[in-house]
C-alpha cells in the first residue's frame, strides 16, 4: 500500500478540487453560459455530454498504454490501472449513450439515428463491455489480464476512427465545433471549465478504483495465503 | 472527504429538481380585449391573470396585476410573472384575465408548456441522469472498499489467533 500513502494528499487536494469545480461548472452551464440561438436551453446538453465522450476516450487510451505496459513488463499494477479505466470509461460511455438521444429527440425528432458516428461508438461501448465481461469468464488471473490487455489495445482501435468518423463519412451527428470555431466566447468557457472538472472526476474515480482494485487483490492473496 | 462529495452531488441532484420545479419564470401572453358592446378596445386598463389547476377551482396557485397596459385595436401583450414570479413545472393549467371595471366573470383558457419549456424538462433529465450514475458509481466503489477493509481486518484479526493458539 506504498502507492496510497503516496499519492493521499495529492487526491485528497484533487477531491476538494472537484467539488469546487462541480459547484462553479453548474453555475457556468446554467446561467452564464449564453442561450443558443436554433436549439436553445437543450444545446446545454452539450455541456456534459461531450466531456463524457472525452472521459471515455481519456478512459480507453489508459487502458491501451497500460495493456501494452502489461504485456511489456508483465506487472500486475499495471492490469489493476487498465481494468479500472476501462470500467469508468464504459461507465462514462454509457452516459454519453444517455445523453445522445436525450438531446437528438427535440432536435432531430427522433432518439437513435444508425448513422456511422452513433454506430461506431456503440460498436465501442460493446467492445469495452465485453472486454470486461472477458475477465469473470477466465480464471486464470493471470490469463485473463493478458487476454485483457490485447483486447484492450485492439479495442482503442475504435476510439480515433469514432473520432473520425464525421469527416469520413456523411453524418447527421454535428460537426466538431471545437476545432471549427463554432462556439461564442462565453460558451468556450463554459465547456472549458467543464473539461476541465469531468478530467478532474476521471482522475479521482481512477484513484479510488485503482486502491479498491488493489484491496481486492490484497484479500484474494489473504485468503489464498490462510487456506495453504 | 468522500462523504462531502456524496453530499455535494446529493446537492446538485436537489438543485436541478429545482431547477426544473422553476422552469417556466416569465411567460409571453398576447390577448385580445373586447368592450362591452363587442367592438376592440383602444386604451389603457389594468389586467389581472390569474392561474388556476382545473378550469373550475376556486383558489388560483399564481395571480398577478398589470397596470394601465396599453391595448391597441384590442391587442395587448404583457410578462406573465413579470409583476409576481411565476415558479411553475408547466404541464397544463387554466389562466383567467379580467379588466378592471368588469362585473362578467372572466373565463378561462387551458394553457400549456411551451416548446422551451419542453426542451428543458430533456436538459434537466439529461444533467440528473449524468451527476445520478455518476454518485451512485462513487457510493458503490466506497461501499466496496469498506466491505473489503472489514473483512481484511477480520481475516487479519483470526489469522494472529491462529498463531497465538
Known amino acids: 500500500m506504498q502507492l496510497q500513502s503516496r499519492f493521499e494528499r495529492p487526491v485528497r487536494a484533487v477531491g476538494y478540487l472537484l467539488l469546487a469545480a462541480m459547484v462553479v461548472n453548474l453555475y457556468l452551464i446554467f446561467f452564464f453560459a449564453p442561450e443558443e440561438r436554433s436549439m436553445g436551453q437543450i444545446q446545454k446538453i452539450f455541456y456534459f455530454h461531450v466531456p463524457c465522450a472525452w472521459v471515455s476516450f481519456l478512459a480507453f487510451f489508459v487502458v491501451f498504454v497500460y495493456s501494452i505496459a502489461y504485456l511489456w513488463k508483465k506487472e500486475r499494477r499495471y492490469d489493476l490501472i487498465a481494468h479500472s479505466a476501462g470500467e469508468i470509461g464504459v461507465v462514462f460511455a454509457t452516459l454519453v449513450l ?23 461508438f456503440l460498436v465501442l461501448w460493446f467492445i469495452f463491455v465485453a472486454y470486461l465481461m472477458l475477465r469473470g469468464f477466465v480464471e486464470d488471473k493471470e490469463k485473463a489480464a493478458r487476454f485483457s490487455a490485447v483486447f484492450g489495445i485492439v479495442g482503442f482501435l475504435d476510439v480515433p476512427i469514432v473520432y473520425l468518423s464525421i469527416r469520413l463519412w456523411r453524418d447527421i451527428h454535428p460537426s466538431p465545433v471545437v476545432r471549427e470555431g463554432g462556439l461564442a466566447p462565453d460558451m468556450w468557457v463554459a465547456f472549458g471549465f467543464s473539461l476541465f472538472t469531468f478530467t478532474l ?10 486502491q479498491l482494485q488493489k484491496s481486492e487483490v490484497a484479500l484474494s492473496d489473504l485468503k489464498r495465503q490462510l487456506v495453504y | 472527504m468522500k462523504s462531502t462529495l456524496g453530499l455535494v452531488f446529493v446537492l446538485l441532484g436537489m438543485f436541478s429538481l429545482d431547477l426544473q420545479a422553476q422552469t417556466a419564470r416569465l411567460v409571453h401572453y398576447q390577448g385580445t380585449l373586447l368592450d362591452s358592446d363587442g367592438a376592440p378596445f383602444t386604451g389603457t386598463t389594468d389586467l389581472h391573470f390569474a392561474i388556476y389547476t382545473r378550469p373550475m377551482a376556486q383558489q388560483p396557485i399564481w395571480s398577478e396585476t398589470h397596470r ?15 409583476e409576481n414570479p411565476l415558479s411553475l413545472s408547466f404541464y397544463e ?4 384575465v379580467k379588466a378592471a371595471g368588469t362585473d362578467q366573470p372572466a373565463q378561462r383558457v387551458p394553457i400549456a408548456g411551451s416548446g422551451f419549456n419542453y426542451r428543458m424538462q430533456f436538459l434537466f433529465a439529461a444533467y440528473t441522469i449524468v451527476w445520478l450514475a455518476i454518485f451512485l458509481y462513487l457510493v458503490t466503489i466506497t461501499r466496496r472498499q469498506k466491505k473489503i477493509i472489514s473483512e481484511l481486518e477480520l481475516l487479519a ?3 494472529s489467533s491462529q498463531v497465538t493458539t
Do not use: K
Request: aromatic content about 20%.
Open chain 2, 157 to 159: 484479526q483470526s489469522s
Open chain 2, 93 to 96: 393549467y387554466y389562466l383567467e
Open chain 2, 68 to 82: 394601465n397596459v396599453p391595448v391597441n385595436e384590442g391587442r395587448y401583450e404583457v410578462l406573465l410573472g413579470s
Open chain 1, 98 to 120: 444517455i445523453t445522445g438521444p436525450i438531446w437528438a429527440r427535440p432536435v432531430w425528432n427522433t432518439w437513435w439515428e444508425w448513422s456511422p458516428r452513433l454506430t461506431l
Open chain 1, 201 to 210: 472526476l476521471f482522475i479521482y474515480l481512477l484513484y479510488l478504483r485503482v
